[in-house]
């Protein structure tokens, strides 16, 4: 079986890295990517600093600050890793340096006006920006960009993804103040891989809701249809509320062409967040499935891709910055297309002539 590319080249160097913000994220694949990675992290910032000096002394991490003026006092010397609620990103970024290079969470604020302030202000700044889709960096989905890209899926015809999966919500308090959660925190980074892979929709049905037995959030289901025209169909079918054992679980991306098609499991889902094995299986131009071999997982090896590229740009190796805040609008605009689909009511159903039923 061929072999596909499925790391980012690693910078040959790198500047120390500024995390700012301790949650779940930085010490579940933040800090275990850059370990990996040997990236250096110079210091850590939290509002919290009990929890702060807590995360510090577990990852071995140098410097412990005590505030956002003493986080960002190394200036340019650094890089910022923007561990933070969407509400917090525009003021912290605000204290950055000017021409400071910086990975911000996602999602890019909370709505679509956020985050075209959010752009704005890196823009002004002249920030080296970019917003941590890492899911386009996953060993899994470099092989698919790169199997796409061979032409080895011919054109393509069919994208879907599919989760029927049981969620531990209330492992994220912080998601319960929110009034958009599914797609704004988890479907968005399949939204981002789509457009990776296959362009901007030309528009999107979608239908996101609340379940009873997670009653405190305010989405846990999705079902959006994205429209590509009349050759290409793409839908997501998104529940994090099956809570009836493994047998039917279900966290699949499947993308079919007119040459071959991907059959990909994201791991990460089933059993959070535990985990089971990211799974990549290839059928092309008339062949048996068989499985690729990856080498890594979404979390964390994808963490390592997006700090990566930051740091070979800023290096000068790589010319282009991939999940930069000019693309990440562009995943931002298409959230807020879903939501506003969301409000517009379905096509009605014709009137019923009550003669037909006697």
């Known amino acids: 079986m061929t072999q596909f590319k499925?790391?980012?080249?690693?910078?040959?160097?790198?500047?120390?890295?500024?995390?700012?913000?301790?949650g779940?994220?930085?010490?579940?694949?933040h800090l275990p990517a850059y370990k990996k990675a040997k990236f250096e992290v110079e210091g850590i910032y939290d509002l919290d600093?009990?929890?702060?000096?807590?995360?510090?002394?577990?990852?071995?991490?140098?410097?412990?600050?005590?505030?956002?003026?003493?986080?960002?006092?190394?200036?340019?010397d650094v890089i910022y890793d923007l561990a933070l609620p969407p509400s917090a990103i525009s003021q912290v970024l605000k204290q950055l340096p000017d021409e400071a290079a910086v990975l911000i969470q996602k999602p890019m604020g909370e709505n679509f006006t956020q985050a075209k302030e959010i752009l704005m202000l890196c823009q002004s700044k002249k920030?080296?920006?970019?917003?941590?889709?890492?899911?386009?960096?996953?060993?899994?989905m470099l092989a698919v960009k790169d199997i796409i890209g061979q032409g080895l899926l011919g054109e393509i015809l069919e994208v879907e993804v599919h989760l029927n999966v049981n969620t531990p919500w209330s492992l994220f308090p912080f998601l319960r103040k929110l009034q958009r959660v599914e797609i704004a925190v988890h479907s968005i980074h399949y939204l981002d891989l789509i457009r990776a892979f296959i362009g901007e929709p030309n528009s999107v049905f979608a239908k996101t809701m609340a379940d009873k037995r997670n009653p405190e959030f305010a989405q846990t289901r999705t079902s959006t249809i994205l429209d590509y025209g009349?050759?290409?169909?793409?839908?997501?079918?998104?529940?994090?509320?099956?809570i009836y054992g493994n047998k039917f679980q279900a966290s699949n991306i499947r993308i079919e062409g007119s040459k071959g098609a991907i059959h990909a499991q994201i791991g990460i889902n089933l059993n959070y967040p535990k985990g089971e094995p990211d799974e990549l299986w290839l059928a092309s131009d008339g062949a048996d499935w068989q499985q690729i071999q990856l080498a890594g997982e979404w979390f964390p090896d994808a963490f390592i891709g997006t700090m990566s590229n930051l740091q070979r740009v800023v290096s000068g190796e790589d010319?282009?910055?991939?999940?930069?805040?000019?693309d990440a609008l562009g995943t931002m605009a298409l959230v807020e297309a879903c939501f506003i689909a969301n409000?517009?009511?379905?096509?009605?159903?014709?009137?019923?002539?009550?003669q037909f039923y006697h």
Request: hydrophobic content about 40%; aromatic content about 6%.
């Open 319 to 326: 010319s282009v910055l991939v999940s930069s805040t000019e």
């Open 49 to 76: 600093i009990n929890r702060a000096a807590t995360v510090a002394k577990e990852w071995n991490v140098k410097s412990v600050y005590s505030s956002i003026e003493d986080a960002v006092s190394l200036g340019n």
């Open 230 to 242: 009349d050759d290409l169909r793409c839908l997501m079918s998104i529940n994090h509320n099956h």
């Open 6 to 22: 499925q790391n980012w080249d690693a910078p040959a160097q790198t500047k120390p890295i500024v995390i700012i913000g301790t």
């Open 24 to 29: 779940g994220i930085v010490t579940d694949a």
């Open 343 to 354: 409000k517009q009511q379905g096509t009605k159903l014709p009137s019923l002539n009550r």
């Open 127 to 140: 920030l080296s920006s970019a917003v941590n889709f890492q899911l386009r960096f996953s060993p899994q």
